[in-house]
T-cell receptor, first 116, second 110 residues
Framework: DTGVSQNPRHKITKRGQNVTFRCDPI?????LYWYRQTLGQGPEFLTY????????KSRLLSDRFSAERPKGSFSTLEIQRTEQGDSAMYLC??????????????FGEGSRLTVL | DAKTTQPTSMDCAEGRAANLPCNHS???????VYWYRQIHSQGPQYIIH???NNETNEMASLIITEDRKSSTLILPHATLRDTAVYYC???????????FGTGTRLKVLA
């Protein structure tokens, strides 16, 4: 299957620990997005990349959050000193820039974080 | 930041058409309307998008009003598997950032 892959699917951690999530987009897609989703809410935009360049970051992405896409392929989202409020599903999506402005997003299954 | 408004929830009888409305009164002339759905515990799935003409694909039809301030997603023959949260979104002008609202929770009833 060549869809968007996210790892780990589930992560339980204690408050104060650091966690890292990985996203492998569809291979030819040059845009990559991170969203966060809490129960009963729609996905909240966090950041997006075009190739290796991080083009925009949400105010939601505090100093404890950092995202990278070093070679324009996979991406990592790190959360330092986790807090209970960070508990959420972290969704990754990718898209193509070519083929017009459509930019359909393909989402992964998400990484669920629980902070105890 | 959200640029769309949708009803919180809707019910639809199995086999009937489900019509999901969306208001996007501040949409710009070159912004597309996209629809996604999210089945419980899965990532959102693309359904359809449009600019100003009505669109149809194997999943749904999209009707956009002439002034482009609102649209309706139509699932012609809803099944139980169509029970999901449906999101109507537009891209933030000048960027490739897509902002989701809270969506419409559609329940298809047997």
């Amino acid at each position: 299957d060549t869809g968007v892959s996210q790892n780990p699917r589930h992560k339980i951690t204690k408050r104060g620990q650091n966690v890292t999530f990985r996203c492998d987009p569809i291979s030819e897609h040059n845009r990559l997005y991170w969203y966060r989703q809490t129960l009963g809410q729609g996905p909240e935009f966090l950041t997006y990349f075009q190739n290796e360049a991080q083009l925009e970051k949400s105010r939601l992405l505090s100093d404890r959050f950092s995202a990278e896409r070093p070679k324009g392929s996979f991406s990592t989202l790190e959360i330092q000193r986790t807090e209970q409020g960070d508990s959420a599903m972290y969704l990754c999506a990718s898209s193509l820039t070519s083929g017009g402005p459509h930019g359909e997003l393909f989402f992964g299954e998400g990484s669920r974080l629980t902070v105890l | 930041d959200a640029k769309t408004t949708q009803p919180t929830s809707m019910d639809c009888a199995e086999g009937r058409a489900a019509n999901l409305p969306c208001n996007h009164s501040t949409i710009s002339g070159n912004e597309y309307v996209y629809w996604y759905r999210q089945i419980h515990s899965q990532g959102p799935q693309y359904i359809i998008h449009g600019l100003k003409n009505n669109e149809t694909n194997e999943m749904a039809s999209l009707i956009i009003t002439e002034d482009r301030k609102s649209s309706t997603l139509i699932l012609p023959h809803a099944t139980l598997r169509d029970t999901a949260v449906y999101y109507c979104i537009v891209r933030v002008g000048g960027t490739y950032k897509y902002i989701f609202g809270t969506g419409t929770r559609l329940k298809v009833l047997a």
